[in-house]
């Protein structure tokens, strides 16, 4: 039987089938949904959401120190995160196998970059591997796991956003046990002093040149040859993409392994074809290699290194043709991004845009979408726990030059706060930083898709767990004002916010209302709805940028299929003529 699975269904898949045991995760999309199919398999393996990528990777590490394979999935910007423990492992080398799964985004769908992280393999001198379909996504981790063993290694799994979230059939197989080798102590191994990295530095190079021959008889390396005139080498997605565009008698050097390359394969294709194509998204990462091999071939002298490919792309930029369309009367109907109806957030937001000498440094998170109109609310976004240090940067620029006008506020999520905010709110009160630190507590991972973290009481697997009260962390640091407040209510926020602003000692601010996709909790059900006769048509309830408010025939109206109560806009409005 076989199954339709999405890549990442079909990677958990093949980490069951591989025998893995400890597996650990940070959520971000495109990679999510890795780690939520992994609870299938509880009775064989244990999985948890960690803090942040480096304490996941460090995790799985460790428990391949100790014997077993293991697995840590993260987003491309998450690989920067957990580099310093990867570079350390590389030299180091594994005990059980370790897997590393990157999930890139070609085109940024939901990243603030498209980093294109093959460069990582070659930077820390791990093998590469890259499925391009679920299938593959299965067998190809089952095979890094190998890899992994066979040559003492961790194993950077690269998926893109289009292997991670399509679907294609996965014939399924049995789990391989492999069998437990009682752990050993070996200092000189896992002890990284410079005396052992000075060890490990020649036979790290050893063990790339002997990749470097596997690679070329590697099963997932494979020749497709179909004529002599054109000749495509190319991996990941952008094969899928290339098998569509170029003519039937292309021949294909498909390669699984991707780093290092096989490259007296390659040569040997090379001199099958006439004219040689390597087709890859993002940066030449193939290219420049096999150019350095003295190979000619055409790469991103045509194909763009900007933004993810596809077979309309593929046709324009390699054979100037265009695709056929047909003319429609249909115009596209502009949907910038918005919080949801009801969020948390909104309340927090609407009362900050109302101060014009406020500065705020913004974080990576629903709450990101504070930077849009109507609300208007946020100064920077950087990266994950760049909220509170990017605004203590800006809080000591401005003591430098003078500019005490300016009041910062730093801004980011419980599930963010766990995952590198506190390192910042210990730099603002350590360095004295003149910034009110604003914890947007929703109590769950939100962005990408409802996910536990160490505050909201329950693990990956459901199991209830301690919370970790984000007021104590912050009272423990220093902050001598923790001020929790319920965002929906404006009145109260403001006062919070005012309360924060004249505080004589080291304040702190937590708004806190769940999310309202949280399943686990019960929320008050209501609806709001405009009374046409008192509505004076002044837009101002448009200000709090909720999708289910907008205006018909001069007047405002409330999107009942969308409202779910929060009265959020009915406190902004000046005439009551919400209720």
């Known amino acids: 039987m076989k199954h339709l699975l999405t890549g990442n269904e079909a990677a958990a898949r093949g980490a069951f089938e591989a025998g893995v045991k400890v597996c650990s995760a940070y959520p971000g999309t495109p990679s999510t949904e890795i780690f939520e199919n992994l609870p299938h398999y509880r009775d064989y393996l244990y999985c948890e959401w960690a803090p942040n990528e480096k304490v996941a990777t460090e995790v799985a590490y460790g428990a391949s120190i100790a014997g077993v394979r293991s697995l840590t999935a993260m987003k491309h910007v998450g690989v920067n995160v957990a580099a310093d423990p990867i570079f350390t492992a590389t030299y180091n080398g594994v005990g059980g196998g370790f897997v590393i799964v990157s999930a ?45 063993e066979r040559f003492d290694l961790p194993v950077l799994f690269r998926m893109t956003t289009r292997v991670c979230h399509s679907k294609s059939l996965v014939e399924f197989g049995e789990r391989e046990e492999r069998e437990i080798t009682p752990y050993k102590r070996d200092v000189g191994k896992f002890v990284c002093t410079p005396a052992n990295a000075k060890r490990h530095r020649p036979m790290l190079e050893q063990k790339l040149r002997e990749l470097e021959a596997y690679s070329n008889e590697s099963p997932i390396n494979v020749e497709e040859l179909n004529g002599s005139e054109v000749g495509v080498i190319s991996a990941s997605i952008a094969y899928q993409y290339a098998k569509e565009v170029f003519p039937e008698d292309a021949s294909f ?64 930029e390699l054979f100037a043709e265009q695709a056929k369309t047909v003319e429609v009367d249909v115009k596209p109907v502009p949907r910038p991004p918005a919080l949801c109806p009801g969020c948390p957030h909104r309340g927090f937001f609407y009362v900050m845009s109302k101060r014009k000498d406020f500065v705020i440094a913004g974080d990576i998170g629903c709450y990101t979408l504070g930077c849009a109109e109507p609300l208007n609310a946020l100064d920077s976004v950087v990266c994950m726990g760049g909220g509170f240090s990017v605004a203590q940067g800006m809080a000591k620029a401005f003591e430098a030059i003078g500019a005490t006008d300016k009041k910062v506020f730093g801004v980011l999520g419980d599930s963010t706060f766990f995952h590198s905010g506190m390192t910042g709110a210990a730099e603002i009160i350590y360095n004295k930083g003149r910034v009110i630190p604003c914890v947007l507590d929703n109590s769950i991972t939100g962005m990408t898709g409802q996910q536990d973290n160490p505050g909201s009481g329950e693990t990956l697997l459901g199991e209830p767990a301690p919370i970790i009260r984000i007021e104590d962390v912050l009272r423990s640091m220093g902050y001598e004002k923790v001020i929790i407040v319920d965002p929906q209510d404006l009145q109260a926020m403001r006062n919070a916010v005012d309360e924060a602003e004249k505080s004589e000692v080291p304040a702190a601010i937590i708004t806190r209302r769940p999310c309202l996709l949280l399943k686990r909790v019960k929320h008050t059900k209501g609806l709001c709805k405009v009374d046409p006769e008192k509505c004076r048509s002044c837009k101002l309830c448009l200000k709090a940028g909720c999708p289910a408010v907008y205006m018909e025939n001069g007047k405002a109206k409330i999107d009942e299929s969308l409202c779910v109560g929060c009265t959020v806009c009915a406190q902004i409005c000046p005439f009551h003529a919400i209720d």
Do not use: W
Not at 135 to 146: G, H, R, S, T, V
Not at 294 to 306: A, H, M, T
């Open 104 to 148: 890139d985004d070609p085109d940024m769908h939901s990243s603030q970059n498209e980093q294109d992280n093959r460069y990582y393999a070659k930077f820390a001198k791990m093998p590469l591997v890259e499925p391009s379909d679920s299938q593959e996504c299965k067998d190809f981790m089952k095979e890094a796991f190998y890899l992994s």
């Open 253 to 316: 050097l498909k390669l699984g392994m991707t780093f290092p390359l096989p490259m007296e394969r390659i040569k040997s294709f090379a001199k099958k074809v006439k004219t040689l194509y390597i087709v890859e998204e993002l940066e030449p990462f193939m290219e420049e290699q096999i150019k350095a091999n003295g190979i000619d071939c055409i790469g991103k002298r045509l194909i763009s290194n900007q933004y993810e490919l596809n077979p309309e792309r593929l046709r324009r």
